[in-house]
């Protein structure tokens, strides 16, 4: 196994990393391959497994060429198959393209897009100042940083060629937005649950095109997994087009709210979803989880907000009968495909 450099142990205010990226769910996880194109650990898709509980992750998008958001890491690692095309110089030569392979997840929660997001041209315009940063750290630390950017030369800098890196505490004190970010992500998860009257925050679509696992272990948060598998990404988002069909405006946890999948208001009365991907070896006990999950957001979101809330499970395919009429007898709705009238709207 590839022997990382991990300079940051020790050092508690270390606590920060980078993931760039263009996907669209960014927050669900952190994934990456185990190995590259030619067959070798690579440094930052390895760093996925460094990552540890109370960490915060930035979230670069290269299409925007922004820092765009920040999750806080659930301590939940595990193996899977995924989805990847690597970018880089070699992969595009090659005509390399998004194939399944063993990969390395990290659990995340509490997105959260930052209020100023940075750009890369705010990174540019400070290039001097993170230059001195880096080299001062850099006479502190033996080996390699994993560090995000290029150092400067003949182009204006850009994040290298990679996936998940290492944000130093000096870079992140620099500059207000990430800074403020980490400061206000913080102070939130320090609240109550729900304290405010608004609920949720924007809809962020589940990528279903590049979610694959089905891993069910039981050494790892089993809610935490399944956000990122196929079967749900393509649930949820059905979810979420009914409801904008029908004029509801379908919504994702803010990072202060508890870990739901969607949530909406209908008629002065909020919903809270919880999807269930099942199989014929895990149904019993998906639904089993999913029923507690909405019991909790019930009672957690109800005592923080003072009105009514109504839970929701949304099965991949229609449970069992006596499934249904158990959910009923305790206030529940579940709903599936096919069935989504079944919600109410």
């Given amino acids: 196994m590839l022997e990382l450099n991990r300079w940051w142990l020790g050092r508690p205010d270390e606590r920060y990393w980078l993931e760039v990226t263009d996907r669209v769910d960014p927050g669900v996880n952190l994934k990456a391959p185990q190995r590259n194109e030619t067959g070798g650990e690579f440094w930052s898709y390895a760093l996925v497994r460094e990552v540890q509980p109370g960490d915060l992750i930035f979230h670069y998008d290269r299409p925007s060429q922004i820092v765009m958001g920040v999750s806080r890491a659930t301590g939940d690692l595990w193996d899977d198959q ?38 890369l041209e705010s990174v540019r315009q400070r290039e001097a100042e993170v230059r001195r940063g880096l080299e001062e750290l850099q006479e502190l630390v033996d080996g390699p940083l994993y560090y995000p950017f290029e150092r400067g030369g003949k182009r204006p800098i850009r994040p290298i060629q990679g996936y998940l890196f290492r944000l130093p505490e000096f870079f992140v004190s620099m500059f207000s937005e990430l800074r403020q970010g980490a400061a206000d992500h913080g102070r939130r998860k320090m609240r109550a649950l729900v304290v405010r009257e608004d609920v949720g925050a924007e809809y962020r679509r589940a990528d279903e095109e590049l979610a694959i696992g089905a891993f069910d272990p039981m050494q790892v948060d089993p809610a935490v997994v399944e956000r990122g598998t196929r079967g749900h990404a393509i649930t949820q988002n059905a979810v979420a087009d009914y409801l904008a069909s029908k004029g509801v405006s379908p919504r994702s946890p803010a990072s202060h709210e508890p870990s739901f999948d969607l949530a909406w208001e209908h008629a002065g009365t909020l919903f809270v979803a919880e999807v269930k991907s099942v199989t014929n070896l895990n149904e019993e006990r998906q639904l089993r989880m999913g029923l507690g999950q909405v019991l909790q957001y019930r009672f957690q979101m109800g005592q923080g907000l003072k009105r009514k809330v109504v839970g929701v499970i949304v099965s991949e395919r229609r449970p069992p009968k006596q499934w249904i009429s158990l959910c009923e007898s305790l206030g529940v709705i579940v709903a599936w495909p096919g069935e989504m009238e079944r919600i109410g709207i």
């Fill in 82 to 119: 995924i989805v990847w095309g690597a970018r880089g110089t070699y992969a595009r030569e090659a005509g390399v393209v998004p194939h399944s392979r063993a990969g390395w997840y990290a659990g995340l929660t509490s997105f959260e897009k930052l209020d100023m997001p940075l750009t």
